[in-house]
């Protein structure tokens, strides 16, 4: 209060560090976590709308924590990603997809995409190097692999962002635009983007088909990706009146929990064995 100050600074600094203290506690176990097998990917399988084949799956890392069980990767990308810890996190999720696709190639699966989320403090000159190794390394086909980038990687450099794109477009690899719509960046530079795929979020998504604006704006990108011709995905389709929606606005691909939700690698592969590859 205002009568006594010296107690609200102390009063602040002791929330200060508390906050502080939580983040550091979290950078150190995530830390651990990666140098001790405690992080896993989880599948999402990815259909197309209208033959309804499995056309591939996104990778989603999940912490395996030993007290706390599985810990949501909203509860510790955020820091990662303030304190570049995302890098090493990426390193890793690139080699474990890989290394999983590699799997499933020499398996004799059909094709199946594997998208990798990329945050933007990972979207570095030194990426697409780093990715033609990798594949050469586990000697996987490119068209197993797909890189989703979200809107703010684009809103810094565009020229060297676009450089970087051109760069993994040549290597065979996919590139999707993640959230699409719910970020800040310019639909002049869209046309520019070496991108094979638009993504819906999943807020736009969850209001189809009651909600008039999130109907308008799927329709929207739909449209715009069309005309682009990208391919346009979905995620977060839970009901059959989203997918009828969606279909119906010419929608390509969808992803959400109508089909499946992200499953550990052993359950991904029980579901191609027993309903999607059949
Ligand atoms: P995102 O890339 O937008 O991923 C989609 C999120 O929606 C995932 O949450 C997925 O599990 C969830 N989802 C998919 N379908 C449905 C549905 O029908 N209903 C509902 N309620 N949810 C659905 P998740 O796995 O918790 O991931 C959250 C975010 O964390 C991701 O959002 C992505 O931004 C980030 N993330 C996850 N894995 C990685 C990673 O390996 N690297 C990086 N950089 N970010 C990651
Ligand atoms: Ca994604
Ligand atoms: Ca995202
Ligand atoms: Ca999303």
């Known amino acids: 209060t205002s009568d006594n100050p010296d ?17 550091m506690r979290v950078e150190s176990g995530l830390r651990h976590a990666l140098g001790h097998g405690e992080l896993a990917l989880y599948y999402q399988p990815k259909f197309d709308i209208l033959t309804g084949h499995i056309v591939g799956a996104e990778a989603l890392v999940r912490w395996l924590h030993p007290e706390r069980g599985i810990v949501p990767p909203a509860e510790f990308i955020p820091m990662a990603e303030t304190t570049g810890l995302i890098v ?5 999720v690139l080699e474990q997809a890989c290394a999983q696709a590699a799997i499933w190639q020499r398996a004799g699966l059909p094709p199946l ?18 990715v033609a190794d990798t594949l050469k390394r586990y000697k996987l086909d490119p068209s197993w692999l797909e890189l989703e980038i979200t809107e703010s990687t684009l809103m810094h450099d565009i020229e060297r962002v676009i450089g970087i794109m051109d760069r993994i477009n040549r290597l065979g690899v996919a590139l999707s635009l993640d959230d699409f719509g719910t970020g800040y960046s310019s639909l002049s530079y869209l046309k520019r983007f070496p991108i094979n795929t638009l993504k819906i979020d999943r807020s736009f998504t969850t209001g189809i088909p009651h909600d008039a604006s999130d109907c308008a704006i799927a329709g929207t990108i739909i449209s715009i990706g069309r005309q682009l011709r990208h391919r346009v995905i979905a995620e977060g389709v839970e009901t059959l009146d989203q997918l009828e929606f969606l279909r119906q606005s010419g929608c390509d691909e969808v992803q959400g929990y109508l089909y499946a939700k992200p ?14 590859l059949l």
């Open 263 to 276: 499953l550990p690698a052993g359950d991904f592969e029980l579901g191609l064995r027993e309903n999607w």
């Open 88 to 92: 090493q996190l990426g390193e890793w």
């Open 7 to 23: 107690r609200s600074v102390a009063f602040y600094s002791t929330e200060m560090n508390q906050g502080m203290q939580e983040r």
């Open 113 to 130: 995409r594997l998208a990798v989320n990329v945050s933007a403090r990972e979207f570095t000159p030194s990426l697409p190097g780093r």
